[in-house]
T-cell receptor, first 116, second 114 residues
């Protein structure tokens, strides 16, 4: 069974540009969540999608957005990039049981974004 | 405020030794607690997940404990190996009418040396 696939794995952008990251969840998983990981802050929750609907959103500015497609694949977009957006962006998929998330999170390898 | 605090921030041990990592949380209402292992440059991988009623759960040389009364969890690693060098992240889940949220600790970085 294939794991969570994230693309691209590495990318370099300059300030002011925008970036789109992609995540393909494990087959059958309909819940996809995104996280930003930096050395100082650790893992921080960005947003979670289930059946193409955003269920939860973390405390990030509106420059961070996401969406989920009917095949459960998800994308996140960061516009007007800032130096502080340099981070590892992780996607995770899970089996969500209604409102009670007892499912295990399966993470991808991440997309490492460097903003110059 | 919902928080997860992990200690120590970093730890260095000799191969073959045991170690214990701590996780204290102030999360309510509590749903479950998970420990993840993250190798450098990789995504986190789940080690254990415990609900309110579970006190201990093992996964090979990893044993997690949970004390829901004191809101503390520990991860004990037995007979450490070089491959145990990684970051260990404690994650607490809460579920309320608004949905489910995950509160992450900042992790403990473990280095196992020969």
């Amino acid at each position: 069974k294939a794991g969570v696939t994230q693309t691209p794995r590495y990318l370099i952008k300059t300030r002011g540009q925008q970036v789109t990251l992609s995540c393909s969840p494990i087959s059958g998983h309909r819940s996809v969540s995104w996280y930003q990981q930096t050395p100082g802050q650790g893992l921080q929750f960005l947003f979670e999608y289930f059946s193409e609907t955003q269920r939860n959103k973390g405390n990030f500015p509106g420059r961070f957005s996401g969406r989920q497609f009917s095949n459960s694949r998800s994308e996140m977009n960061v516009s007007t990039l800032e130096l502080g957006d340099s981070a590892l962006y992780l996607c995770a998929s899970s089996l969500l049981q209604e409102r009670r998330n007892t499912g295990e999170l399966f993470f991808g390898e991440g997309s490492r974004l460097t903003v110059l | 405020k919902n928080q997860v605090e992990q200690s120590p921030q970093s730890l260095i041990i000799l191969e073959g030794k045991n170690c214990t990592l701590q996780c204290n949380y102030t999360v309510s209402p509590f749903s479950n607690l998970r420990w993840y292992k993250q190798d450098t440059g990789r995504g986190p991988v789940s080690l254990t997940i415990m609900t309110f009623s579970e006190n201990t759960k093992s996964n090979g040389r990893y044993t997690a404990t949970l004390d829901a009364d004191t809101k503390q969890s520990s991860l004990h690693i037995t007979a450490s190996q070089l491959s145990d060098s990684a970051s260990y992240i404690c994650v607490v889940s809460l579920t309320n009418q608004a949905g489910t949220a995950l509160i992450f600790g900042k992790g403990t970085t473990l280095s196992v040396s020969s």
